[in-house]
């Protein structure tokens, strides 16, 4: 199981007036020496995939990267930017306040972005949970369903203007799963309901959800601009035992997840590898889904466009945009 949550170019560089006024104020965390660095936006960093991808960006690429982490939790993402600090003192972290479970802190979030007047060059969707018990969030969506498509829908959406200026050419990379590949939406019942709740069809169904979005995001993009410079991928990392599972019940997490991860598990290592890979994009890969480093097809229902669109709509509805 994986786990895991307009500025014009002249902003981007910033006049001296403006800046060394922030800089008085404490407004921002940022100078001249960071002004090649690409800023990428990771949510999910505390835990799992998320944060071991992280050890190795911090390690390998803290030179090229400005990192800004969304998190539910500001206390343990200031530990996890300590512990970062210790692999590369170097390291430049910003620890910021967001729940994908609410459309109002993700507003807020981009909010606050915006007024650090920075650019955006990578995007990364990463967080993500498995709900074992049927909830719903402050905003009346079932909380997988809201946590793993809603909230980075919604995200992604206020923060396209940004990526689409960026000077190294927006990155997008959303986390799926290979579980996309056993669903199928039912588009008059996205919201699922207690009656027809189901833990894992949840799961794998938010994951379609991700598949289909950045297929839509892509092709709309590519249509609204020939020379479109934003590229929308996807992957599944691999599989392994991380805190996604830490709501199961004792005998399917000490027992049966075992069992099923001995033959299927892949290194955590390799999994984070893959993501921090995608996330830099070196090989400017575009539209494309990734099984951990391996280019791969995505099922029949989210290779349909007619799907893919219909989504789109219903979910922009869903988030009010």
């Given at each position: 199981?994986?786990?895991?949550?307009?500025?014009?170019?002249?902003?981007?560089?910033?006049?001296?007036?403006?800046?060394?006024?922030?800089?008085?104020?404490?407004?921002?965390?940022?100078?001249?020496?960071?002004?090649?660095?690409?800023?990428?936006?990771?949510?999910?960093?505390?835990?799992?995939?998320?944060?071991?991808?992280?050890?190795?960006?911090?390690?390998?690429?803290?030179?090229?990267?400005?990192?800004?982490?969304?998190?539910?939790?500001?206390?343990?993402?200031?530990?996890?930017?300590?512990?970062?600090?210790?692999?590369?003192?170097?390291?430049d972290i910003t620890i910021m306040k967001m729940?994908?479970?609410?459309?109002?802190?993700?507003?807020?979030?981009?909010?606050?972005?915006?007024?650090?007047?920075?650019?955006?060059?990578?995007?990364?969707?990463?967080?993500?949970?498995?709900?074992?018990?049927?909830?719903?969030?402050?905003?009346?969506?079932?909380?997988?369903?809201?946590?793993?498509?809603?909230?980075?829908?919604?995200?992604?959406?206020?923060?396209?203007?940004?990526?689409?200026?960026?000077?190294?050419?927006?990155?997008?990379?959303?986390?799926?799963?290979?579980?996309?590949?056993?669903?199928?939406?039912?588009?008059?019942?996205?919201?699922?309901?207690?009656?027809?709740?189901?833990?894992?069809?949840?799961?794998?169904?938010?994951?379609?959800?991700?598949?289909?979005?950045?297929?839509?995001?892509?092709?709309?993009?590519?249509?609204?601009?020939?020379?479109?410079?934003?590229?929308?991928?996807?992957?599944?990392?691999?599989?392994?035992?991380?805190?996604?599972?830490?709501?199961?019940?004792?005998?399917?997490?000490?027992?049966?997840?075992?069992?099923?991860?001995?033959?299927i598990s892949n290194p955590l290592n390799e999994?984070?590898?893959?993501?921090?890979?995608?996330?830099?994009?070196?090989?400017?890969?575009?539209?494309?889904?990734?099984?951990?480093?391996?280019?791969?097809?995505?099922?029949?229902?989210?290779?349909?466009?007619?799907?893919?669109?219909?989504?789109?709509?219903?979910?922009?509805?869903?988030?009010?945009?």
């Amino acid at each position: 199981m994986i786990d895991d949550c307009v500025v014009n170019i002249e902003d981007i560089k910033l006049n001296n007036d403006n800046f060394n006024n922030n800089i008085e104020n404490n407004n921002i965390d940022y100078n001249d020496n960071n002004n090649n660095k690409k800023v990428i936006v990771f949510t999910g960093s505390t835990d799992g995939i998320g944060r071991s991808t992280l050890d190795v960006l911090v390690k390998n690429n803290s030179k090229e990267l400005k990192f800004i982490l969304p998190v539910r939790n500001i206390e343990k993402g200031e530990r996890v930017k300590d512990e970062l600090k210790l692999l590369n003192q170097d390291a430049d972290i910003t620890i910021m306040k967001m729940d994908l479970g609410s459309f109002e802190s993700i507003r807020g979030f981009v909010r606050e972005f915006t007024q650090l007047e920075i650019p955006l060059d990578i995007l990364v969707n990463n967080a993500g949970l498995m709900a074992t018990s049927y909830s719903t969030t402050i905003d009346g969506y079932e909380t997988t369903f809201a946590v793993n498509h809603l909230g980075p829908f919604l995200l992604t959406n206020l923060l396209i203007d940004k990526l689409k200026q960026s000077v190294h050419g927006g990155n997008i990379v959303l986390v799926t799963s290979v579980m996309h590949e056993r669903e199928k939406l039912d588009f008059d019942q996205l919201n699922v309901k207690k009656s027809n709740y189901s833990y894992v069809s949840a799961y794998g169904k938010s994951k379609l959800c991700n598949v289909l979005f950045a297929r839509e995001l892509q092709k709309r993009l590519d249509e609204e601009n020939p020379h479109n410079r934003v590229k929308v991928n996807y992957l599944h990392p691999g599989s392994a035992k991380t805190s996604l599972s830490r709501d199961y019940g004792f005998f399917v997490k000490n027992i049966i997840l075992p069992i099923i991860l001995f033959f299927i598990s892949n290194p955590l290592n390799e999994m984070a590898n893959s993501l921090a890979a995608l996330s830099l994009n070196k090989n400017n890969e575009k539209g494309k889904y990734f099984f951990i480093n391996k280019e791969k097809s995505p099922s029949g229902f989210a290779s349909d466009f007619n799907n893919s669109k219909r989504l789109y709509d219903e979910s922009l509805k869903l988030v009010q945009l």
